[in-house]
């Protein structure tokens, strides 16, 4: 294996030897959303007119998880490193900030996928889900990991202490993914929140996500796509950017 | 061509004394270059500056201004090439704790791109004592086993130029003696080794060359057995029960009841033993022996006791 290679088999390996814990714990979590929020308005709302709630609920779960996953992978592999100082096993190697973040971002693209599977996987058992647009799906999934996992990144080096990246966790990431369309449609909120939703990137990443299982969506998947790519984009020059004068971690 | 090479570096810190914008020299305008196949000594009291300069040559910290460089390869224009070269054993105890000995082996293997090189891993793990412990995790070693795994986890892409941090900081005798025969066997085998240590009796042993550290500049380079020349040649040294004179206590080296002071001939000892007898004491246990590297070490400190290097203020 090449050290890249190595360090994208690493950072896989981390989270898959504690698999109860990254995989069947968010995939669990997302079964109980589904089955307490589809039990009790599965009769009562209706977004769409021939997708009942219980299956308008499964994509916006697998792709919250999907995304707080990839986001989870690579902040805490990094600021447990910075914290325990393992990380100085990765500093002495010849590996450029480019393969740095290519085997992180890869490793957290890699559970966020592992997790959103899991969930619609077993959601499958409970509601019908068609699959209209599947290159649309794929598409998001994987963009909407790889930018999580980038901004998982952006934390994780900015992070000194365990309760900062809990606070942005916390206070950014879940906020954002909660208040980005999983529960509903965006058309169901007043006016003044539609206009504040489409400001938040999270909600053009589970609506695109959405329209690919049911061909409608609140926005064009295109402009969602646009969205996320231009997102993913940004982020990622940040994130060179700081790997590269290797932002605190290199003094 | 230099196995290890400093041109003129430093490295500048923000001094949290003093009024914004001062700086602190930990390293200052450093020039040094070590041979292919030296076991080199850097020597130097806490917070001389030893583990700056290994940060800046292992590319963990960048200079603030000079270069460094590993077989001719710049540690910031040719990083990789230059970390290809150098095995790192840092100072503090570190470990990851998902991994077993083994596994976290094979992983700084591949980092380097080194494949297939189970035979190797199993040679340090044999060598290094460490052949029943390789399917155990991290997290259930003790302190040595995991300074082992450090040192294991340095050679094992095979480089030709180690480096050693305070290795045998607070680890048993056993692990030092593995760790030095081993070592000294890489070395006779070609390999270039950088040593720091506050064990002077290992580098005088081991070390070909030392240089002393001081805030952050070299206070002594030379062969190990020139500067052990250049030292007084004997100590005396007794015990006594009593404070000595605040006069003669000046020159002596005091631990506890030991009293030490350097002597150049039996004039200097007559002198030091009827002084300690006119201050009312009495010598115990009197014995004089040849000056170490400990000895020389102290000398060279005191010389630059009134040493202000180091400080500084930005423009």
Redesign the interface.
Known sequence: ???L???L??EM??FW??AFQTIAGPVLTAMLYLLIFGHALEDHVKVYDQVSYTAFLVPGLAMMSLLQNAFANSSSSLIM?KV???L?????????YWHWYVAYVGAAVVRGLVVGAGVFVIAAFFTHIGFAQPWFILAFAVMGAALMGTLGLIAGLWAEKFDQLAAFQNFVVMPMTFLSGVFYSIHSLPAFWQGVSHFNPFFYMIDGFRYGFFGVSDVSPWLSLSVVGLSLLVVSGVALQLLRS?YKI?? | MPAISFQSISKAYSSPKGPPGTTFLAVDHVSLAIEEGEFFGLLGPNGAGKTTMI?ML?????PSSGSASVLGHDVQKD???A??Q?G?V?Q?L??????NVR?ALR??S????V?NNDAWIDELLENLGLADKADANMRQLSGGMKRRVLVA?ALVHKPPVIVLDEPTAGVDVELRQTLWQFIAKLNKQGHTVLLTTHYLEEAEALCSRIAMLKSGRIVALDHTSTLLKAASSNVLRFKVDGELPLALAAQARITGRIVQFPAHNALEIEHFLSAVRESGLLAQDVEIRKADLEDVFLDVMAQNKGSVHGVGVTA
């Open positions: 294996m090449s050290g290679q190595t360090l088999y690493k390996l981390r030897k504690v490193s325990m100082g393992n100085v096993f990765i500093l002495l190697t010849p590996l450029s290797g290199r003094s | 940060s292992a590319g963990l910290t960048r990083f990789a090439d970390r290809r150098l790192v840092p503090e570190v470990f990851d704790p998902f991994f596994e992983i700084q591949g980092y380097f791109g494949k986890q």
